[in-house]
């Protein structure tokens, strides 16, 4: 890598980190999502509200960590106050019913949802309805008390829903909600239903319990109207279960982008790891691989069908065959014929700088062992031998 190459380098580092540095300290957006966890600090998270609660008179407190079903199931739930407040809560056919008889029996119910389960509006027969103007503030005349008009300023994520087709003998209206533009105008959002001994609350604006209206004293008086009607020598019993920002981890990398501080230092060891294939990529010297020539087997393959070829000759046969090829050499290298004059014995001597009577021993002992009845292997080696000398 040369200088100006290093210098580059260094100036998008630099760049880099200053990004990272001022991206991780800068202060996070107010995020209005849907959450209403216990300790989320979130715009509409409940931590507020809980740490309130907690500070409240109530006989108990409990927070349920499972399906309302279940809770009834493991009698977790006694008599008092079961309180649901979330974008949406999956309440069950059969949790449903659990929850009416344990209200007859004289206990309270209050959801806040922006959209209602379907046993619950089926078995009161309502709708909601969203305001189809959303660009001024809206407020809520709260009819618990003689409690003034709250504004409750709409934002991305918080609508104002409010309840159509009522049954007026079932139920009572405690709340209304109207448009700021247009005050004459107000529909129930707070209603209450009688069911047995007991009473069902139903409220579509469960932002309410969210910490940025929560912390405001108006919205926090609103808030009290509620709850003032809920006994408190009885137990409360917090949903913690049915909640929109309950977070699911299901992998190591949604758990990192989760978190800013980790987020940025992912995003910049990439953004290192380009930078290096970029400047590094170009100018290194690409690994040759190292090709291993093919090993020369030719002598142990030879070796092999030798060994092949003498376990299916006999010996006899296999001595025929050497002395045969003894012949044949002589013939082609030297035009000797079968059997060898004293002559021919004496040039093939010459070409092979022996002595004649070196080449007659040996024939003698080829002919000696070829008149054996019986061939031993060592006479068979000692012809091999012999013959390998004149190859």
């Known amino acids: 890598m040369d200088k100006k190459q290093k210098i580059i ?9 200053v990004m990272v540095y001022f991206e991780v300290n800068s202060p996070e957006p107010l995020d209005f999502s849907p959450d209403y966890t216990y300790d989320s600090v979130k715009a509409l998270g409940s ?7 907690e500070k409240s008179s109530f006989n108990e407190i409990h927070y349920l960590n499972k399906s309302v079903y279940e809770a009834f199931i493991d009698n977790q739930i006694e008599d008092g106050t079961l309180v649901f407040f979330n ?55 709260a009819k618990i008390s003689s409690l ?28 209304l909600v109207s448009e700021l533009k247009n005050e004459e105008e107000s529909y129930p959002n707070l209603i209450k239903i009688k069911e047995g001994k007991g009473e069902i609350y139903l409220h579509t604006h469960p932002e309410s319990f969210g910490n940025f209206y929560f912390l405001r004293r108006a919205h926090h008086a609103y808030v009290e109207e509620i709850l003032q009607g809920f006994d408190v020598n009885k137990n409360l019993y917090l949903d913690a279960y049915f909640k929109s920002g309950k977070q699911v ?27 290096m294939l970029i400047f590094m990529g170009k100018r290194t010297q690409r690994a040759i691989p190292v090709v291993q020539a093919y090993p020369n087997k030719s002598v142990e393959f030879i070796q092999t069908i030798a060994d092949v070829f003498q376990k299916k000759q006999t010996q006899e046969e296999f001595l025929q065959m050497k002395i045969q090829q003894l012949h044949k050499k002589w ?22 700088e022996m002595t004649f009577d070196e080449i007659d021993e040996d024939l003698k002992q080829i002919k000696k062992i070829n008149n054996k009845l019986t061939i031993e292997k060592r006479d068979l080696k000692k012809v091999i031998r012999i013959v390998k000398k004149y190859m």
């Open 148 to 175: 003034s008009n709250v504004e409750f300023p709409s934002g991305q994520y918080v609508t104002q829903r409010y309840f159509i087709k009522l049954d007026s003998v079932q139920s009572d209206t405690l709340g």
């Open 249 to 275: 981890i299901s992998s190591p990398l949604q758990f990192m982008l989760k978190n800013k501080a980790l987020k940025w230092m992912f995003y910049s060891l990439l953004i290192g790891v380009l930078l």
């Open 87 to 141: 974008g949406y809560t999956d309440i069950s056919e059969v949790g449903w019913e659990k929850i009416k008889k344990w209200v007859q029996k004289g206990n309270t119910l209050y959801i806040a949802n922006k959209y209602f389960a379907n046993p619950i509006t089926e078995d009161y027969k309502f709708e909601t309805r969203t305001f189809t103007n959303q660009l001024g503030k809206n407020y809520f005349k």
């Open 9 to 17: 380098l260094s100036f998008l580092a630099i760049a880099i980190a």
């Open 47 to 53: 931590k507020a509200f809980n740490e309130a609660i």
């Open 331 to 352: 013939y082609l290298d030297y035009g000797v014929s079968n059997p060898p004059s004293t002559e021919e014995l004496m040039l093939v001597a010459q070409k092979k």
